[in-house]
């Protein structure tokens, strides 16, 4: 059985489009009409309809942080040990509360599918849960539960830091991160798969290497062998000080150290790639990798502005993430990707548009090649935003990410399903579940 949506503006491939039909059947876009006006069989979507958007760098539990580790300002790594504190508190039924109420929150900003980096695998002490895939499992639950589609990207976790003397071994709370070896990762990652709810797809199974600190040289090419032609994300070079590491180590740069293992290519998505080389740009454009972006966080943690623009010239494929969570807001995740390259470069106009929805619906990046467009044939993902409130009053469609918020999206549809509706999501009132799930985290020692 097929259902109608009308829009008054629709972002189809080749542009922005008016009075637009579109049709859906089984969770697919069958039909999408131009110049055609409503009727009363339509369900009209308002203001203007984008495709789904696809935050393709999370970590769910550092949502607990948010608002919470200002105060003393600091730096990275004293956030990094208010994150710590929140992980040794973390259970698989608490994963699950704080996941769940997380991805609902995304939902309301229109986000239809998540790459969730998840390295928080075992017990506290490095003790394995019966399942030793608990916490993911966690996830899994919580993305189906909030109605939005999820990559798990299990994370490699090897080392606690890479020094002078080369890595060292995993302490404290990172003991909960670490299996043995990449084998032994890839031993527990091959228990996980992707999941069908009768329907279409809504999890598949990714991989990701923490980053050059955390996973020892002679482990890379496991991790990327396992991951084949699935997604494979890594940190790369947030830090002036990692890249210091690396060279120290290995007369390289973390991208020329991922070059010589065999780990770049198409797949590849490379997060938050902040302090590069123009070797690293030209290295990550002529292997055609992602390049994700996660700049309300970037900024949140002081990282600093990492070359989008020269990235997307070299030819590497730009997507966004919403990270720590300080915001999830996609909408500000693009508009902060142009932004920042003015406040680097004092010139407007570095990314078009055009160029910021393509990162904000970039799901190829976490492995749904078939979502991110309102096409015939993709998943019927659509995401209306109001054009009648008070940010967006005034605005031309084409240029709504430009002016709009999370607060402005009205509906969105994940599969051809709905999942929000009016501003208010399924589950009810997000906000509510956000501080029952919260509650247990409220350590004025992260302050």
């Known amino acids: 059985m097929s259902t109608t949506f009308h829009a008054a503006h629709a972002h189809l491939p080749t542009g922005v489009a008016a009075d637009v039909r579109i049709s859906v059947a089984d969770g697919r876009i069958t039909a999408v009409e131009e110049g055609i006006p409503a009727d009363g069989g339509d369900h009209r979507l308002p203001g ?29 790594w004293t956030w990094r040990e208010a994150m710590y504190a929140v992980a040794a508190r973390l259970d698989p039924d608490r994963y699950l509360a704080l996941a769940r109420a997380t991805y609902a929150e995304m939902a309301l900003a229109g ?31 919580a993305a189906a539960d909030a109605g939005i589609r999820l990559t798990l990207l299990d994370t490699c976790y090897l080392a606690g830091g890479l020094g002078p003397d080369g890595h060292t071994p995993l302490e404290g709370t990172q003991l909960r991160f670490g299996d043995l070896d990449a084998e032994a990762w890839a031993l527990r990652v091959d ?41 494979l994300h890594v940190h790369l070079s947030e830090q002036p000080a990692e890249n210091d590491a690396c060279l120290a180590a290995h007369g390289l740069t973390p991208t ?30 002529r292997h055609r990798s992602h390049a994700c972006f996660c700049p309300t966080t970037e900024r949140d943690l002081a990282d600093g502005i990492g070359p ?25 995740e693009a508009r902060a990707l ?21 990162a904000a619906t970039a799901h190829d990046s976490i492995g749904w090649p078939d979502a991110g467009r309102i096409a015939v044939g993709a998943r019927a993902d659509l995401v ?3 054009t009648d409130t008070v940010r967006t009053a005034g605005t031309d469609p084409a240029q709504i990410l ?36 919260l509650r247990p985290h409220q350590d004025e020692s992260l302050g």
């Open 338 to 358: 142009e932004m920042h390259e003015r406040l680097a470069s004092l010139e407007r106009g570095r990314l078009r548009p055009l160029d910021l929805l393509a």
């Open 48 to 76: 203007v309809v984008l495709p789904g958007l696809a935050n393709a760098h999370s970590h769910a539990f550092h949502r607990a942080l948010r608002g919470r580790t200002h105060g003393g300002g600091g730096t990275f």
């Open 402 to 437: 430009l002016s709009a918020t999370a607060a402005d999206v009205d509906t969105v549809l994940v599969d051809g399903r709905t999942v929000v509706e009016g501003g208010v999501h399924r589950l009810g009132d997000v906000g509510t579940l956000l501080a029952r799930a």
């Open 308 to 332: 989008a623009r020269a990235l997307r010239d070299a030819g590497a494929r730009l997507s966004l993430g919403s990270d720590q969570h300080a915001v999830i807001d996609l909408v500000e």
């Open 384 to 386: 209306a935003v109001r």
């Open 256 to 285: 020329g150290l991922l070059e010589q293992e065999g780990v770049l290519g198409p797949e590849l998505s490379a997060v938050h790639a902040t302090h590069l080389t123009e070797a690293d740009v030209a290295l990550l454009g």
């Open 111 to 141: 986000i239809t599918a998540v790459g969730e980096f998840h390295y928080l695998h075992h017990a506290p002490g490095a003790r394995r849960y019966m399942d030793p895939n608990a916490m993911g499992q966690a996830l899994v639950h």
């Open 191 to 231: 228990d996980l798969r992707d999941h069908t709810d009768g329907g279409p797809a809504h999890v598949r199974v990714g991989a990701a290497i923490h980053s050059v600190r955390a996973v020892p040289r002679d482990q890379l090419a496991t991790v990327a062998g396992w991951a084949g032609t699935r997604p």
